[in-house]
């Protein structure tokens, strides 16, 4: 018997409570880990308080991502003692995920530990670390470089921007960092290598379709008319790597942006990214991230801490990451 947070649902209403399961309890697959840490996401956050439509199965272990070392594998790429990480394919949503002392997953969805990495270091990068990488590189193939101006970073308090603010600010970009709470989160911002802040009121106001170029990339976490409103900034030829949907779905935006300054807006999903482009990013992050990194903006929490930080996560009152220490 294992401890797991278990999400039940009773009417409309989903619970979370932590209990014990057995191995036979989990879902199929060839590998069987044991989870060391997992991370609390924006997602979990909705899943675990019920706020939105992200389980449609119960009883489900939530936790969209785990570092931890593989039992048994039926699969002759990972051996037992093998370190590993797991980001995306659904886990936590409709398939059982990090949030328990085990679990047992499909051997296509895991990334074998990079070298100098450890579970602590794979759990503060995360999905939200490797999605915001794969930002960066969308950038970076988009054509931005440094010299061609500054960078917006949108939700830069979360876990996504705040990675993001950190990478590009590595790379020698110059960074400005939007959240909607400048006062509390600016010091850590700018610790985290932000040039300048930017409340987010100045983007949800409604924008014409273009306005005074501003911005030679951005790394969006939030969508809506914030996103709108940066895409109306962007200098000629920049590109917009989009990752979130925080503000909700809809885009208040027209074509001009695209046809009248070449603006590039490319798409950002780190659930079903390749094999190798994961391998990649994960790499890549951990080469660029200073030591530095790994000690500021975390907390680490119990299993049985979940619930109550699930909720203040969905309202905005966590900044930075939160690992889960099994």
């Known amino acids: 018997m294992f401890n797991a947070l278990l999400l039940t649902q009773e009417g409309k209403t989903t619970q979370a409570q932590l209990g014990q399961i057995q191995d036979s309890d989990l879902p199929e697959g060839e590998v069987l880990v044991s989870v060391s840490a997992s991370s609390l996401n924006y997602k979990d956050g909705l899943a675990i308080t019920g706020t939105g439509k992200i389980i449609r199965e119960f009883p489900m272990v939530p936790g969209i991502d785990f570092a931890g070392t593989v039992l048994e594998s039926s699969d ?75 960078i917006l970073v949108t939700g830069a308090s979360g876990g996504v921007g705040s990675v993001a603010v950190t990478l590009l600010a590595e790379l020698g970009y110059k960074v400005v960092a939007s959240t909607g709470r400048v006062e509390e989160n600016g010091d850590l911002l700018r610790s985290l290598g932000a040039s300048d802040l930017l409340a987010r009121e100045e983007l949800e106001a409604k924008s014409r379709p273009l306005e005074r170029q501003r911005w030679a990339g951005i790394v969006d976490t939030v969508g809506n008319q914030v996103l709108a409103t940066a895409l109306a900034q962007m200098n000629y030829g920049g590109t917009a790597a989009i990752c979130g949907l925080a503000g909700g779905f809809a885009l208040p935006t027209t074509v001009m942006p695209f046809i009248l300054r070449g603006v590039r807006l490319q798409g950002v999903d780190s659930v079903a990214c390749p094999f190798e482009k994961r391998q990649q990013a994960w790499e890549q992050a951990l080469k660029i991230l200073p030591e530095s990194f790994y000690r500021q903006a975390c907390q680490t929490i119990s299993l049985g801490q979940v619930p109550d930080y699930a909720s203040q996560i969905v309202k905005g009152q966590v900044t930075g990451r939160v690992i889960v220490a099994l």
């Not at 085990?102 to 051997?107: G, L």
């Not at 990068?125 to 988009?142: K, R, S």
């Open 76 to 150: 002759d790429r990972y051996q037992a003692g093998d370190k590993v990480i797991l980001t995306g394919w659904g886990v936590g949503e409709n398939h059982w995920g990090g949030m328990a002392e085990r679990a047992r997953v499909k051997a296509d969805w895991l990334v074998p530990m990079p070298v100098d990495c450890d579970e602590h270091k794979a759990m503060m990068i995360g999905t939200a670390g490797l999605t915001a990488m794969l930002c960066v590189q969308a950038l970076q193939e988009g054509g931005v470089r440094p010299k061609d101006g500054e």
